[in-house]
């Protein structure tokens, strides 16, 4: 692997002038930008957020959506080509601002071909989204004659804007893209921030930054975040080396003691949370702790073991009716009622069965022949929970309700802010046991699975074992999660274990990063609580779902924060890619290499 | 255990021992036999059904089945040469039944309507047939073509996403109301060809995808563009030295898939007359389990096995679940499609068709 990975010595010869930016490139970018902006505008995206402001009173959240489109084309189009042997590194200059001034005008005039079609002809008919208050949002309340240039030309601004951000230096760009990045945090997540500051009872950075509580970010709140962050970031670019940099250097007894205590007090914080973020927020945390809990289980299946398992919420549904039916009075088919707590055993052996039953099928198959079977698995378990003919053990559609509280002792849980640290607790066994399992024997036996099932087999890997352990362990952590969403919820519907499920914990271990458990736990917080959150994007969640799954595998397919190992994996191909570029390529443009060569 | 397991799996299955996974696989074969003959036979002998309703399901199934084939197609040419699942077909379908639905929609305030109905219906086919496969083409071209050579599971994961994404696009862009296709009067009541009935609007389906598809299987076999797709399937790297473009094969093979499943759309609304966003999830499913039941990338293997689901999945319920006296047996007619899936992945991954999968993988 690593001959592949090395690329062939450099030649001395004279560098060649780097190939300037690409406009017919500009132009195709900025056609699909339009067609973005447009498809946002159709669908609603637009007018749901309109009543949303970033900055009140002067930047609509709609809008603003809207333009960062252009702005992002615009900042793809003038994207400098990769740098390739033999050639200077491109220097960004004023072609680049061209490009990106001309992705967002065509942008702008896509938009503005909208805006005079929608009023001209009627087509509420067919896309019913395309209503008057549209027409007014997107002309910004102008007549249709004026509105279309200030479209192009704010587009084209944007697009040019976009552009710029390759113009500034590294530490430049850092820091306004955070500070940037910021306020749009502050301004988005405001039930967040403003239940954070009252429950530390201060509500006088609530009235200084916001319009109110759950309101949006004045004028004066948002150059004030912008400021605080921009100076952050540029402290934070302008250092020598990162804390984690530093805390590796550090002798190894104050490494680990540094470690500790960061961990105590990351607990500590943690334990704080649920008190401070009332129901609301603990409700959506609970949530998405449930889900990471999933992640994490998946995250071993296919993260580790290369298993595309689309029927995961089997397990999961598995786990829910175990425990109503073990413990809800209402159960139909089994009469003794024991408490959750007691019933988590026999989840787990409920779940392992259905691991073994589910993996022992699929043991010959590979890659995208088992995602099919195991959705076909999944889907099977819905129809069946849902059925009349086993309603007498699951209730059928009217599912089981009257599942009591988690009790442990004398605690009981039944608050969201309760379910909060039980749900932690299981969080941080799976992560755990990710962890651990990662450099043990089977973690080895999964990945070496994952890479070549058959050098896999030829080297002494057991592909039996390895595959059924993959599956049990999966399903064992999602089946936990199953059992606190039952007793948390108080009851089971066969609806719930809807095929979307599967997808969005794939969703989220794809984003956050496979095989890694701060990538995970990122990818679960942002998809799951960012949604919650934010009513106004729920409608679209799984519009954005599909349309984040397919940006990531085209650009970061290892996710946002990778695993070392994968990320090297899925990058391998590209690198022996870019070595017979430069060894052939004679502009460096990718469409000129023979198709089949690589 | 270890040493068995591994000589089991291996590709040269002759010399294999037996193992406990093996035992276990022929257990289920056997058992699943058992109960599908043993339900057979009790509901045949109880004589719920007579002769004539018996029929009436074998041709619905047909009809149905017919429809499969025709989005199997997609699925399995696409599978031939790009060794991937388009997951994203079943919503290329979907696109087409909506744009026959507006179409139609549209047409049916004029009198062309009832005055014509053949040169409707065709309107309707054709513009359908155009929308699915521009889809299936801005598809290729946004989401596959950027991640040729990359590992296999990333076109598929892709595959999902852009499935999910055009369900929910077209829920934003029309709504998620369920949507009632317009009744076509001359097309209602019954065909008789002696003792034999059938409804028009089966009839009309199955010619239309019997003709669909023996123009596709002279078009693959008989043309220079059919060659070179089957060129590419074959070895897509000896095909591009030839000097066959690959990439425009490619287009091409997305670009028939795609009419193949639009004129399916288009027929589903006559059968089926009602569709919505999430409505291509389903019939995708099936078409795949009918392009795995028929041999994946395998064209006529495809049409065989869309028509085996239709029956199966059509008189399965009855004959089998209703015989155990199953209540609301009729709910759990898509698990029949579903565990038809498994099984022949199962026991047959090769399909009925399929003899080229067998050496490469499994």
Same mark, same amino acid.
């Given at each position: ?171 430049? /760009? ?20 403003? %239940? ?49 940099? /530093? ?33 609301? $927020? ?15 289980? =998946? ?75 195991? =959705? &076909? ?29 988690? %009790? ?8 969201? %802010? ?6 932690? =607790? ?28 058959? $050098? ?25 999660? &199953? ?21 969005? $914990? ?15 736990? =990122? ?68 469409? %000129? ?6 | ?109 004029? *009198? ?62 029309? #709504?998620?109301?369920?949507?009632? @296709? ?71 093979? @997305? ?24 409505? #291509? ?15 994946? #990338? ?18 399965? *319920?009855?004959?089998?679940?209703? #015989? ?22 199962? @026991? ?15």
């Amino acid at each position: 692997m690593s001959q592949v990975m090395d690329p062939p010595a450099p030649v001395e010869v004279e560098l060649r002038p780097a190939p300037p930016i690409d406009m017919r490139r500009a132009v195709k970018l900025g056609l699909a930008g339009g067609a973005a902006m447009v498809l946002v505008a159709a669908t609603g995206i637009v007018a749901t957020f309109q009543p949303r402001m970033v900055i009140d009173p002067i930047l609509p959240l709609g809008i603003f959506f809207l333009y960062l489109l252009a702005f992002g084309f615009g900042w793809m189009a003038s994207q400098p080509p990769a740098t390739l042997e033999g050639y200077e590194a491109a220097k960004a200059g004023s072609r680049n601002l061209l490009a990106g001034a001309l992705a967002g005008l065509l942008a702008g005039l896509c938009l503005g071909l909208l805006l005079i079609v929608m009023t001209v002809f009627d087509l509420r008919g067919v896309f019913i989204n395309l209503s008057p208050e549209l027409a007014d949002i997107l002309g910004f309340g102008l007549p249709v004659s004026a509105a279309v240039p200030v479209i192009a030309l704010a587009s084209a601004a944007m697009g040019a804007l976009g552009a710029g951000v390759h113009l500034l230096s590294r530490r430049v /760009r850092r820091a306004l893209m955070g500070a940037f990045t910021a306020v749009i945090v502050f301004s988005l997540l405001t039930d967040l921030f403003g %239940q954070l500051f009252s429950g530390l009872s201060l509500e006088s950075v609530i009235d200084f930054l916001y319009t109110g509580r759950g309101g949006a970010l004045t004028i004066i709140g948002a150059v004030a975040v912008f400021g605080a962050f921009i100076l952050l970031f540029w402290w934070m670019e302008g250092r020598d080396s990162t804390l984690r940099q /530093r805390v590796q250097a550090m002798p190894k007894g104050q490494r680990s003691r540094w470690q500790v205590g960061t961990a105590l007090i990351i607990l500590v914080v943690l334990y704080f949370v649920p008190k401070l973020m009332g129901p609301f $927020v603990s409700q959506i945390l609970v949530t998405a702790g449930i889900y990471l809990l999933m992640a994490l289980g =998946l995250n071993i299946v296919v993260g580790y073991a290369g298993l595309l398992d689309l029927g995961y919420v089997a397990f999961f549904a598995v786990g829910a009716y175990a425990t109503a039916i073990l413990t809800s009075p209402q159960s139909p088919a089994f009469d003794p009622q024991i408490s959750v707590l007691a019933s988590l055993p026999f989840v787990m052996v409920a779940a392992a069965v259905a691991g073994i039953l589910v993996a022992t099928p699929v043991i010959r198959m590979r890659g995208d022949y088992l995602a099919i079977v195991t =959705l &076909g698995f999944g889907e099977i378990a819905r129809i069946l929970l849902n059925s009349e003919w086993l309603a007498p053990i699951f209730g059928g559609a009217q599912g089981i309700t009257n599942i009591p509280d988690l %009790q442990i002792g004398p605690l009981t849980f039944s608050t969201p %802010q309760d379910y909060f640290y039980p749900v932690f =607790l299981f969080v941080l066994l799976a992560a755990y046991v990710t962890v651990a399992v990662q450099n043990s024997r089977w973690g080895r036996a999964w990945m070496a699975m994952r890479e070549d099932e058959s $050098v896999a087999e030829a080297m002494g890997v057991n592909i039996v074992t390895a595959k059924l352990s993959a599956f049990v362990v999966g399903a064992i952590l999602a089946s936990f999660g &199953g059992a606190l969403f039952a007793s948390q919820i108080g009851s089971v519907f066969p609806h719930t274990f809807d095929i979307v499920v599967s997808i969005t $914990v794939l969703v989220i271990i794809i984003v956050g990063g496979m095989g890694s458990v701060p990538g995970v736990t =990122l990818g679960a917080l942002v998809l799951i609580v960012l949604p919650n959150l934010l009513r106004e994007f729920s409608e679209y969640q799984f519009l954005f779902y599909g349309v984040l799954l397919i940006v990531m595998m085209l650009k970061r397919p290892e996710g946002f924060i990778p695993s070392k190992r994968r990320a090297q994996e899925l990058h391998t191909e590209e690198l022996s890619q870019d070595a017979w570029l430069e060894i052939y390529g004679e502009k460096g443009q990718a469409e %000129q290499v023979p198709e089949g060569a690589v | 255990m270890t040493q068995a397991a591994t000589v089991e799996a291996r590709p040269t299955r002759r010399a294999s021992r037996i193992t406990p996974v093996s035992v276990f696989l022929w257990a289920l074969r056997i058992a699943i036999l058992a109960i599908i003959l043993y339900g057979s036979y009790l509901s045949i002998s109880s004589g719920r059904l007579s002769a004539a309703q018996w029929r009436d399901l074998f041709v619905f199934g047909i009809s149905t089945g017919s429809m499969y084939a025709l989005i199997a197609l997609g699925y399995t040419m696409v599978y031939g040469v790009l060794r991937f699942i388009n997951f994203a077909h079943g919503e290329v379908f979907m696109v087409g039944a909506m744009m026959a639905f507006y179409v139609a929609n549209a047409l049916a305030v004029t *009198p062309l309507w009832t005055s014509s109905p053949a040169v409707s219906l065709l309107i309707v086919l054709v513009a359908a047939m155009f929308t699915s496969t521009a889809v299936a083409v801005i598809i290729e071209r946004i989401a596959y073509r950027p991640l040729r050579g990359a590992p296999r599971l990333i076109p598929l994961i892709t595959s999902i996403g852009a499935s999910f994404t055009l369900q929910y696009l077209i829920r934003g862009l029309v #709504g998620p109301a369920t949507k009632a @296709f317009p009744r076509m009067e001359p097309l209602r009541g019954t065909f008789e060809i002696g003792n034999f009935v059938i409804l028009k609007t089966q009839l009309i389906v199955i010619v239309a995808a019997l003709v669909m598809m023996l123009g596709l299987y002279l078009f693959v076999e008989k043309t220079r563009t059919g060659k070179s797709m089957r060129a590419v399937a074959e070895d897509p790297e000896t095909a591009a030295l030839m000097g066959i473009n690959v990439d425009r094969t490619i287009v091409n093979v @997305f670009a028939i898939g795609g009419a193949m499943a639009g004129v399916a759309g288009a027929l589903w609304g006559l059968v089926f007359p009602s569709i919505n966003f999430f409505s #291509g999830f389903l019939p995708g499913i099936k078409a795949f389990t009918s392009a795995v039941l028929g041999g994946i #990338g395998n064209i006529v293997g495809a049409m065989l096995g869309g028509v085996s689901l239709g029956v199966f999945e059509s008189v399965g *319920p009855s004959l089998v679940l209703a #015989g155990y006296e199953i209540p609301a047996f009729s709910q759990l007619k898509d698990v029949v499609a579903y565990a038809a899936l498994v099984l022949v992945l199962i @026991f047959r991954p090769t399909g009925i068709l399929g003899e080229r999968l067998a050496q490469e993988r499994t």
